[in-house]
C-alpha cells in the first residue's frame, strides 16, 4: 500500500454565527485566546481527508476513531496534516492523523483503528428519559443528571446540509457526492455538538475530544434516531467537563456511538 500524502489545508472559521460565541473573537479574547477558535469539528474533518483520498468508503464503513483537541486552531493559519500507518495485519489497520500549525505545534491528533475488530456497540444504562422542554436552560453542574436520556430526536441529514460542510471542508471526496453520499465526518460530529445543544444554552464551550465505533455508515436522507445520555462530569484546572454518550441508529439499529466531551465551563 502506498504511502499516505502529506495535506495542507487553510483553516476556515465557519461558526462566527454559531449560539458557542467561543467563535467569536471578542468572547475567546476574554478567555485568553488570541482570536476566535475554528470548531473542533471541522479540525476533525480537516484530518479525516487525506484517509478518504487514500481508503474511499472503506474508512467510513466500519472503524473506531478517536480524535483529540490539544490547542486551538484560528482562522487562516495554514494547517499541516501527516497520517501514518502505524500497524498492518490481515484483518487489522490503525492509522494516526495529526494536526499541526505554523509553528510545528500538534493542535489535534486522529487515531483510526479499521478492521474485524472494531468493538460492538452497547448503549449506557440510564434511569430515566428526560421529558421534552419548551425552554432549555443553561447549562450548569447541578442541572447535568448523569445516565438520564435527554428526548430522543430523528435527524433526517440532507444532501444540501452536507455539501455545506463537504464545501467548507474544500473536499473533493467522491463519497460525499451523489443521491447516496456519506455523511462528512464533520457534519457528523456536528450533530453531536448539536445534540449537546438540544439538551442546554451554553455561552462559550470547547469541545476536547471524542471516540467514535462506527458499525455502518450513515448517508444522506436517512432517518436517523439520536440518543444522548450525558455518562460523566469531572473539573480539571478549573474547567469543567461533560461527556455525552451518543448513539445514532438507523433502521432500528445502532449504526455509530460517539463518547462526546467538552468543557463547559472555561476557567476564568
Not at 226 to 233: E, G, S
Request: proline share 4%; charged share 25%; with cysteine.
Amino acid at each position: 500500500m502506498t504511502a499516505i500524502k502529506d495535506m495542507n489545508i487553510r483553516a476556515l472559521n465557519d461558526a462566527e454565527t454559531s449560539e458557542n460565541r467561543i467563535h467569536s473573537d471578542e468572547i475567546a479574547l476574554k478567555y485568553g485566546f488570541t482570536g476566535a477558535l475554528v470548531s473542533g469539528v471541522n479540525v476533525f474533518g480537516y484530518l479525516s481527508q487525506p484517509l478518504t483520498q487514500h481508503l474511499g468508503g472503506t474508512f467510513l464503513d466500519r472503524a473506531a476513531l478517536s480524535v483529540k483537541f490539544f490547542k486551538p486552531a484560528y482562522h487562516d493559519e495554514v494547517l499541516h496534516i501527516k497520517t501514518e500507518k502505524l500497524q498492518s495485519t490481515e484483518d487489522n489497520s490503525i492509522f494516526t492523523s495529526s494536526a499541526y500549525n505554523q509553528q510545528g505545534i500538534l493542535l489535534a491528533q486522529l487515531e483510526t483503528a479499521l478492521g474485524t475488530s472494531i468493538s460492538e456497540i452497547r448503549e449506557p444504562q440510564r434511569i430515566s428519559q428526560d421529558e421534552e422542554i419548551a425552554v432549555r436552560p443553561e447549562i450548569s453542574w447541578d442541572g447535568i443528571h448523569l445516565d438520564r436520556a435527554a428526548p430522543d430526536f430523528l435527524w433526517t441529514p440532507k444532501d444540501e446540509d452536507n455539501r455545506q460542510r463537504v464545501d467548507a471542508q474544500r473536499d473533493n471526496a467522491a463519497i460525499y457526492r451523489g443521491p447516496a453520499a456519506y455523511i462528512h465526518p464533520y457534519y457528523l460530529l456536528d450533530a453531536c455538538n448539536k445534540a449537546l445543544m438540544r439538551m442546554f444554552i451554553l455561552p462559550a464551550w470547547i469541545h476536547t475530544g471524542s471516540e467514535i465505533v462506527i458499525k455502518r455508515p450513515i448517508r444522506v436522507g436517512q432517518k436517523i434516531l439520536i440518543r444522548t445520555v450525558p455518562t460523566k462530569k469531572w473539573e480539571r484546572k478549573g474547567h469543567q467537563f461533560i461527556r455525552l454518550a451518543i448513539t445514532m441508529s438507523a433502521d432500528d439499529e445502532p449504526a455509530i456511538q460517539v463518547q462526546h466531551t467538552a468543557i463547559f465551563r472555561i476557567a476564568a
